[in-house]
């Protein structure tokens, strides 16, 4: 008898497929994705490249919504780089429209998830409409208390130390602050956003692995995540096999093992 139960016991064991399977998923508070990959989507239905972008922004509205409901607390996506400008001139323009239409149509749906809506890049130097969705944006979104999404358009992290150092510099010649005053938290204190926390999850779709000028001071401790998935059909199972996958790392932000 005692023979058959331990049998029992050890098949009952060997039936579970997933020794994870019960491991409770941690939701990173602050989750920061590249949104790479619409051109290639584009190219391989023979669609322009800014039929790409269009289905990419299509899919950062149901990531949004994916990440409110999940309980991520802000959400940043790379949506147009310092770099981008190499780009036509026809491409830039269809990006520069589409992230009007985007604030435009997609505002309602934000608020009721009641998302704040925050950029970060070298703003100054967009075009005056854009600067004006985004001003617009931020004004009407402040008093949300759910989610907040940050926007890095026209950003590179080289350009966000490049003006901190700057800050920091004019800091100490105008005699606010004393050269051996200046440590790392003077630095993040610069950064476009000071008070957002780093990222813990860094996603990047497409299979390509780096960071592109994206987040290189906070992206420090971030857990990075890669997948081969282009970014316009990069779906909810896509983040929640994501966030599982961050559920099982060990963080030791460079302490010993506990
Ligand atoms: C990189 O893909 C993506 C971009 C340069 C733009 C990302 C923008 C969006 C998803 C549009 C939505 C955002 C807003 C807010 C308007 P790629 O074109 O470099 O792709 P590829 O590597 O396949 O060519």
């Not at 029992?8 to 939701?27: C, E, F, G, M, N």
């Not at 490049?162 to 610069?190: F, K, N, Q, Y």
């Not at 780093?198 to 780096?210: A, F, K, N, T, V």
């Not at 997948?227 to 599982?244: G, T």
Request: hydrophobic letters at 40%; a neutral charge.
């Amino acid at each position: 008898m005692g023979r058959i139960r331990s049998g029992l016991r050890s098949l009952l064991r060997r039936k579970d497929p997933d020794p994870s399977r019960d491991a409770v998923t941690r939701i990173p508070v602050h989750l920061a994705v590249i949104m790479d990959g619409n051109g290639r989507w584009a190219k391989q239905r023979s669609l322009p490249r800014k039929a790409g972008h269009r289905a990419g922004a299509e899919n950062l509205r149901r990531l949004v919504d994916a990440c409110a409901r999940a309980g991520v607390r802000y959400l940043t996506v790379f949506a147009f780089s310092t770099e981008n400008w190499n780009r036509s001139a026809d491409e830039v323009a269809s990006l520069m429209d589409l992230f009007v239409e985007f604030f435009e149509r997609f505002d309602p749906e934000l608020a009721d998830a009641g998302v704040r809506v925050r950029f970060c890049g070298d703003l100054d130097a967009l075009p005056q409409r854009i600067l004006e969705v985004i001003r617009t944006s931020e004004r009407t979104s402040r008093g949300r208390n759910g989610m907040q999404l940050v926007v890095a358009f026209n950003y590179g992290s080289r350009r966000e130390l490049a003006h901190a150092a700057r800050e920091i510099a004019r800091d100490v010649a105008e005699g606010r602050l004393r050269p051996d005053e200046v440590d790392e938290g003077t630095l993040s204190g610069h950064l476009y956003l000071p008070d957002v926390p780093d990222p813990d999850l860094l996603i990047r779709p497409s299979g390509e692995y780096r960071l592109s000028n994206f987040l290189l001071w906070q992206a420090a401790y971030s857990e990075l995540w890669f997948s081969d998935v282009l970014w316009p059909d990069f779906s909810e199972r896509d983040l929640q096999e994501a966030f599982a996958s961050y559920s099982k790392r060990n963080r030791r932000f460079g302490g010993a093992e506990s």
